[in-house]
């Protein structure tokens, strides 16, 4: 009883602006600031791997998906101990204590210094700083994933049951926040922004609606979920009269009221069995679309991949909520929740189709390498007359002066032969390397050894015209060439520069944020409003699991099905979310939306309400009349 009115105490300091509690500022700003702190992170992480701790492409991809697993994986630890134990509040503040100190020990592990003695610039005990980072990562992982479902649940709890349109309104701008956060941070360092997050969360503290723990409810569902098994086991004999649903089979034993709590949340959890695969196809943004932009031309490389995300979800967000949702209802189609859900994974897999066409564009434009079993030859001629090459038994190659051959010559044999038509003849034969490519250079006449320096800044030649993305080039320089002669000076190209455009990459970018706005925003109020009050965050750590899997998948089907072309792996993936998302409209066909406060009422009227449940009742009557009061601007000075 002390309990529950020291929670009715803490209802009452709500206050409002607009219709809007003004507690929820605090938790949005928060939220902006966590993402902030962890896309700024995340933005440099595959680089760190790659060009700190000298991993190869493989590995930091892997430990990169394996990060983001982990991070959409502890989001059920946080929900155990803020609905169990801590409470939402306590469980924010002391994770993201952890939090801090992981950013701190990860911000450490990059400081080469520490084991730099012999101060090459790179680090001498490489074990030390990846066991410091990797240290750092899992309690950034722990901090970001333990707080994400107290979160968005703690700022749902904000709102009274009558604030439905309020509360949509509430996800929609957290989820633009998480994007803000996002987009800023790959403009400004994030180092000091975990310290914000916790500063102004705690700034709110005295306005929060702080609904306390309600005991171990994770561990007393899986032990009533368990008793219901073993009973149906029990009474497996066709002797024994069917029951409505298995998890009746727990009545004996266990609370009508939590037995209907767990069905509303097994009924939720059996829907989310197919979301993992439009994460997979989502999180591919961070890995494939980032390489297959490296094999395309422009600039803008970086910005392109990290900020067009969020400034297409930062537009799309008030768009699809102010004129297309509102538009289709007019038009009197039901979009339910679940129907935007399919139809954001049918513009995901509409990206990946996308994606595919694009690579196609690339791959007729990237240089024909050797098979494994082939090998290429490029000759370079410094000779100071055109040559004619034959490479035996029947290649014949014009080579001019400072010249090379147009392409790299293609061999399925290793040994071959080659005579140049000079005066005496010379041929000499070569053994090339299996699956390589090689250049044979042909010295000048006669051959001086020199040393000539290109330096930037202070050249001695300047090249005006820019190298291109991809490309690479050999540079001809004859041996009595000076420092003002930089017209002998002869460039060969070795590899063409990327041609096709990034820009090709924003349809691709552009369908799966519409995607990401039907699905995932969808989702996070989804799963808060078909959660029941006391399961609130096991419900959205529920959904965040859905993303742990889906990078899973990633890592599964990135090492174990290697098609030989990318295009086809994008198109494979599609198809497989095509699929999957057929299977959810089918199940999605058979879900009845519930009102679980509804539900919860109607179980306790079965089970006659207590005078306590009762007089609880009432002071959320009187209660809900003066926030309604407030809203309409009337000051209540007693109630
Ligand atoms: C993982 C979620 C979809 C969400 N991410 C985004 O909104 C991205 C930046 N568009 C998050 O909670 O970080």
């Given at each position: 009883?002390?309990?529950h ?50 991993w ?19 989001p ?10 801590l ?12 939090y ?39 309690l ?41 956060g996002?987009?800023?941070s ?48 029990r ?74 995300n ?71 001629n ?54 390589g ?38 540079f ?33 970018y552009?369908?799966?944020t ?118 309409q ?7």
């Amino acid at each position: 009883k002390v309990q529950h009115s020291s929670a009715i105490k803490k209802k009452k300091g709500r206050r409002y602006c607009c219709g809007y509690p003004i507690s929820i500022f605090f938790i949005v700003v928060n939220e902006f600031c966590e993402r902030f702190s962890y896309y700024g992170m995340r933005a440099v992480l595959v680089l760190y791997f790659r060009y700190f701790l000298l991993w190869d492409d493989d590995l930091a991809t892997s430990i990169y998906h394996a990060f983001v697993a982990l991070c959409y994986l502890t989001p059920i630890l946080g929900a155990i101990i803020a609905d169990s134990w801590l409470g939402k509040f306590k469980t924010i503040i002391y994770l993201s204590i952890v939090y801090a100190i992981g950013q701190v020990t990860m911000a450490i592990s990059t400081i080469h210094d520490i084991t730099d003695a012999n101060r090459d610039g790179t680090p001498d005990n490489f074990t030390f700083h990846i066991a410091l980072s990797m240290l750092g990562l899992i309690l950034i992982a722990l901090g970001t994933g333990g707080i994400k479902p107290c979160v968005a649940a703690f700022g749902g709890d904000q709102f009274q049951e009558h604030q439905s349109r309020q509360l949509n309104t509430f996800f929609s701008v957290f989820y633009l926040c998480i994007n803000a956060g996002s987009l800023l941070s790959t403009l400004i360092t994030p180092l000091k922004s975990v310290a914000s997050t916790l500063m102004v969360f705690i700034a709110g503290s005295g306005m929060y609606v702080k609904t306390d723990p309600e005991g171990n409810i994770m561990w007393s569902v899986c032990k009533c979920i368990g008793f219901a098994i073993k009973n149906r086991f029990r009474h497996r004999s066709s002797s024994y009269p069917k029951r409505e649903h298995w998890m009746d089979w727990a009545n004996e034993k266990y609370d009508k009221l939590l037995i209907a709590q767990i069905k509303m949340v097994l009924k939720v959890l059996f829907l989310y069995i197919p979301l993992p695969m439009f994460w997979t196809l989502f999180d591919q943004k961070g890995s494939r679309w980032t390489l297959q932009a490296t094999t395309m031309s422009g600039d803008f490389v970086s910005i392109l991949i990290s900020t067009v995300n969020p400034i297409l979800i930062l537009t799309l967000v008030p768009i699809m909520d102010r004129l297309i949702f509102p538009l289709i209802q007019k038009c009197g189609l039901n979009f339910s929740p679940l129907k935007r859900m399919t139809v954001g994974m049918l513009f995901a897999a509409m990206a990946f189709v996308s994606a595919a066409l694009v690579q196609i564009e690339i791959d007729k434009t990237l240089p024909n390498f050797p098979s494994s079993s082939e090998s290429q030859l490029k000759v370079v001629n410094t000779y100071s007359t055109t040559l004619n090459v034959t490479i035996s038994p029947n290649e014949h190659l014009l080579i001019e002066s400072f010249g090379s051959s147009a392409d790299y010559v293609t061999f399925d044999h290793q040994d071959i032969t080659v005579s140049l038509n000079t005066n005496p003849v010379i041929t000499k034969a070569f053994s090339l390397i299996k699956g390589g490519r090689q250049t044979l250079i042909i010295p000048s006449d006669p051959t001086v050894m020199r040393d000539f320096v290109l330096r930037h800044g202070e050249q001695w030649c300047e090249f005006s015209r820019k190298f291109g993305f991809g490309a690479s080039y050999t540079f001809l320089i004859p041996s009595t060439v000076f420092s003002d002669d930089c017209e002998s000076i002869t460039e060969v190209e070795d590899m063409k520069p990327n041609s096709v455009h990034m820009a090709l990459q924003i349809p691709q970018y552009f369908l799966i944020t519409t995607g990401e706005v039907m699905f995932s925003v969808t989702g996070l109020q989804f799963s808060y409003s078909q959660a029941p009050k006391n399961m609130k965050s096991v419900l959205q750590a529920g959904w965040l699991c859905t993303n742990a899997v889906g990078n899973i998948i990633v890592l599964i089907v990135a090492e174990l099905g290697k098609l030989p072309k990318q295009w086809a792996e994008y198109l494979l993936f599609a198809s497989l979310l095509v699929a999957v998302s057929i299977i959810f409209s089918i199940m999605a066909y058979f879900y009845t939306y519930i009102d679980p406060a509804e539900i919860e009422a109607q179980v306790r009227k079965e089970q006659g309400l207590e005078p306590e449940e009762m007089e609880k009742e009432t002071l959320e009557m009187e209660e809900k009349d003066e926030d309604q009061k407030n809203e309409q601007g009337v000051k209540q000075t007693k109630i």
